[in-house]
């Protein structure tokens, strides 16, 4: 018992074989569970987490994702920060960190973008652009960078997607999903919270979830002439197509909190998720064609979810649900040891939840607690995978 008479915090007990990957104050963050011992501080990960980049003075430097051990280093223009990798890991945006707020003022009028090769086998480029723009990511086939268009330049009210042509420095709209070029004045431009964004399991395509929009209207409404949109939506982008597509979410998504709403995809679907209004959807990939609708249990805070071996997983500010992937059917596994701060599978049947400081492992059948971790300063935990 403690000395006022309630129950113990449960103590750290720390559990071998695991690397955890957490967004903290101080950057990206990788952990050895079996340690407790930090292997290494970077900027960004790739999309497999078997790199990880920083720079280092004047120089891009690449580390192993799972030992933190130092495998490339290779000079860079001057530059801040690593912002963005390819799937292929052959180029990296270099930059200024991004703004406090994309909205307001001071915004930029002109921006500096860097794109380089980590192993220093393809001469880096240096894009100065007449606007204010931030990396989003590369295309597939590493010959254009997205990039988000913030509205009007020093002063944004909103943004519109765009693609950077790598080869010629010319900056052009995305593609519609039918593969047409985008009628002049008909692009979009958006405002809002983008809560999450999550890859596809084959990496060729990036899911971002968007609330709160000021009812907003899309390209196809803008086309069409319709005067009325929604106020949230899953922007899908092909990174091998080049097109963009907005998939509208139902009311009441986008009314509640942002925090309150999360997104995940598996191989055969995606999912999204408003806990505040109790509701879910799950539309199949690749078409998103097929969606379905489902009620889920109401709650506060944030949340997180996350897809493994065929169940989903929801991590809410009181429980830990497990779901039907095809019905949504929600089923309540135990409660949460903290407010969530990211949800990741791990190994065995397990899950690994971030929480403030720290990081949980679980059973994610039972939810019962299992181990551990202390990682100071988390904001989000990303990741966990077997060490070597």
């Not at 309630?6 to 690397?19: C, D, L, N, R």
């Not at 890991?89 to 003022?105: A, F, T």
């Not at 393809?122 to 086939?141: C, M």
């Not at 899309?218 to 907005?246: I, M």
Request: aromatic letters at 6%.
């Amino acid at each position: 018992m403690g000395a006022c008479g309630g129950p113990e915090a449960p103590k750290a007990v720390t559990v071998p074989g695991q690397v955890l990957y957490a967004d903290t104050k101080s950057g990206l963050s990788v952990l050895d569970t079996g340690t407790g011992l930090a292997l290494a501080a970077a900027t960004i990960a790739d999309a497999r987490w078997d790199r990880l980049y920083t720079l280092d003075g004047g120089s891009i430097v690449t580390l192993d994702g799972v030992t933190g051990r130092e495998l490339a280093r290779t000079t860079a223009p001057d530059a801040e920060l690593v912002r963005t990798i390819s799937n292929s890991g052959r180029r990296v945006v270099l930059g200024d960190p991004p703004l406090p707020s994309p909205y307001g003022k001071p915004g930029r009028a002109e921006t500096r973008l860097v794109v380089a090769d980590p192993t220093g086998a393809w001469p880096a480029k240096t894009f100065t652009l007449k606007g204010n723009y931030e990396p989003d990511a590369f295309s597939a086939d590493d010959g254009f960078l997205f990039v988000v268009d913030y509205l009007p330049a020093t002063e944004p009210e909103g943004y519109r997607v765009r693609m950077l042509n790598l080869t010629d420095g010319s900056v052009g709209p995305v593609l519609t999903r039918t593969k047409q070029v985008v009628p002049e004045g008909a692009e979009e431009i958006m405002r809002g919270d983008g809560r999450l964004g999550v890859p596809s399991p084959i990496g060729d395509r990036l899911y971002t979830l968007y609330t709160h929009q000021p009812d907003h209207l899309h390209t196809r409404d803008l086309v069409a002439g319709r005067s009325t949109g929604v106020h949230a939506f899953v922007h899908v982008l092909s990174l091998t197509e080049h097109w963009a597509y907005c998939l509208d979410l139902p009311e009441p998504f986008g009314h509640g909190p942002a925090e309150g709403h999360t997104i995940t995809v598996s191989g055969s679907a995606l999912y999204v998720f408003d806990t505040a209004g109790g509701r879910a959807i799950r539309a199949e990939t690749p078409d998103l064609m097929e969606i379905r609708e489902a009620t889920i249990p109401k709650t506060t805070g944030p949340a997180f979810a996350t897809s493994t071996s065929g169940t989903l997983h929801l991590a809410t500010a009181d429980s830990l649900y497990t779901l039907d992937p095809d019905s949504l059917s929600a089923h309540r596994t135990g409660p949460t040891p903290g407010t969530p701060r990211g949800l990741t599978p791990g190994p065995a049947g397990t899950l690994w939840l971030g929480i403030t400081d720290g990081a949980v492992q679980l059973d994610a059948q039972s939810g019962k607690e299992l181990a551990r971790v202390e990682i100071p300063g988390l904001i989000t935990l990303s990741h966990a995978q077997p060490s070597v």
